[in-house]
Each structure stands twice: as C-alpha cells, then as structure tokens.
C-alpha cells in the first residue's frame, strides 16, 4: 500500500487479481489430502450470494428487473398475512438498493436471506441456512410468477427445440452451458411428462416452468462457487 502511494484502488487491484481471490470453492483431490479444513485457504468457502443480488438476479433473467438508475425508492406495504413486498400492479421491479428502507418495513425476502438489520448501530449481515428460505422460494406466489416470466423468455429464445431451450436456460440463470449429464436428466424428465401429460395447449410451457424454478431453487444458482 505504501509503495503504491496509498492508493486504494491499487490495493483492490492487487487483491482482486490474486490467484487466492479467484479460487473456486471446488476441492481437489489434492487440496481434500493436503489441506481438508481449508486452513491454508487452498479454495474458496461456497458463499450464498447476499439478499439483495439473489433478489436482482431472479428478476434480471425473468426479465423484470427495472434497471433504471435514481429517482425515487420503490414503496413496500405490508400484506394481510404480514409478508413484505413491493406492489403487484407494477409489471418489472426496481433494484434492491432503491428499495424503500424502513426499521418496521424490510422486504420479506431480503429479511429472510440476512439483509443487514438497520437496528443496530454497527449493522452485521448473518449467514444462515434455514427452512424458511427454501420454503420461500419454492412456495412464494412472485417467485413462481418470475419461474413463468423466465420460461415465456426461454421458449421465445429458444423455440421449440427441447436441447436449445435448456441451454438457454442455463446461460441465462447460470452463465454456463448444462453438463451432458444434466442436459440427458432434464431432457428425458420433460420428454417422459410430455408423453404422459395433458394435451392442453399450455401444457409444455408449465413443464419448462417447473424446471426454471426448480434451477432458481439449485444450489448452483443460489451459491457462489
């Protein structure tokens, strides 16, 4: 730092390109032999990704997420069941950072994935792991309206074509193309529900639908590795 004159971003520079920062949380045969309790930091911790990015994330590839940048915080109310949320009659949703904040008033779900309490003085976020967060994302009446939102986009990138419409959900909600083991599971689930399944017309679109919440649900799309 003091040969870099102090400078902040030179420090941050520095930190960020280092081999340690970008290691994957993925252990090696070698690391799980040499450094099983990760002491010498030969992997990343997985990290659940922060309240706040989950949120965006989820509304960024179900193409509702309003990017638009200033002006005024997005209103919350309380329902009648006591949940949280921004109001239904809006058809994108801002970022969680122009969310309105109040003490009384924290956004259901951030509050469940330990979006910092404003109480305290020196604000702390947690890390937990609880049932009420899976519950939320499997049950939640928005999440599965954005599981629709991220199949209609699927199926208009994609077409028809079962193979197409996997990889592209894929890349869109986690920047990668499926595995073969994953595209041959997912592939022969659908196929056998389609030979199975209702003739009405909507019907596929709900099966692409279950499969984008359950990818929203995975473990790969919520952690960081």
Same mark, same amino acid.
């Given at each position: 730092?003091?040969?870099?004159?102090?400078?902040? /971003?030179?420090?941050?520079?520095?930190?960020?390109?280092?081999?340690?920062?970008?290691? %994957?949380?993925?252990?090696?045969?070698?690391?799980? /032999?040499?450094?099983?309790?990760?002491?010498?930091?030969?992997?990343?911790?997985?990290?659940?990704?922060?309240?706040?990015?989950?949120?965006?994330?989820?509304?960024?590839?179900?193409?509702?997420?309003?990017?638009?940048?200033?002006?005024?915080?997005?209103?919350?109310?309380?329902? @009648?069941?006591?949940?949280?949320?921004?109001?239904? *009659?809006?058809?994108?949703?801002?970022?969680?950072?122009?969310?309105?904040?109040?003490?009384?008033?924290?956004?259901?779900?951030?509050?469940? *994935?330990?979006?910092?309490?404003?109480?305290?003085?020196?604000?702390?976020?947690?890390?937990?792991?609880?049932?009420?967060?899976?519950?939320?994302?499997?049950?939640?009446?928005?999440?599965?309206?954005?599981?629709?939102?991220?199949?209609?986009?699927?199926?208009?990138?994609?077409?028809? @074509?079962?193979? #197409?419409?996997?990889?592209?959900?894929?890349?869109?909600?986690?920047?990668?193309?499926?595995?073969?083991?994953?595209?041959?599971?997912?592939?022969?689930?659908?196929?056998?529900?389609?030979?199975?399944?209702?003739?009405?017309?909507?019907?596929? /679109?709900?099966?692409?639908?279950?499969?984008?919440?359950?990818?929203?649900? %995975?473990?790969? *799309?919520?952690?960081? #590795?």
């Amino acid at each position: 730092l003091v040969e870099r004159g102090w400078s902040s /971003k030179a420090i941050h520079r520095l930190l960020m390109a280092s081999s340690t920062y970008r290691q %994957s949380s993925r252990m090696t045969p070698e690391a799980e /032999k040499l450094d099983p309790g990760n002491v010498l930091v030969s992997r990343m911790p997985l990290a659940r990704v922060d309240a706040e990015a989950l949120r965006d994330s989820i509304l960024f590839i179900a193409g509702r997420l309003d990017e638009t940048r200033f002006g005024a915080p997005e209103l919350l109310f309380v329902r @009648h069941d006591g949940m949280v949320m921004t109001p239904d *009659f809006s058809p994108t949703e801002r970022r969680s950072i122009y969310l309105q904040q109040r003490r009384a008033t924290v956004h259901t779900m951030l509050d469940l *994935f330990d979006y910092p309490q404003m109480g305290p003085n020196c604000s702390q976020r947690g890390n937990t792991a609880v049932a009420t967060q899976a519950l939320y994302l499997l049950n939640n009446t928005l999440i599965r309206r954005l599981a629709d939102a991220l199949a209609e986009r699927v199926n208009a990138d994609a077409g028809d @074509h079962l193979a #197409d419409q996997i990889d592209r959900l894929y890349w869109l909600a986690l920047s990668r193309p499926p595995t073969a083991e994953e595209l041959s599971i997912i592939s022969e689930e659908l196929v056998q529900a389609r030979e199975s399944g209702s003739t009405q017309p909507d019907f596929r /679109k709900r099966l692409m639908a279950r499969v984008c919440h359950t990818i929203i649900n %995975s473990t790969a *799309f919520i952690y960081v #590795d």
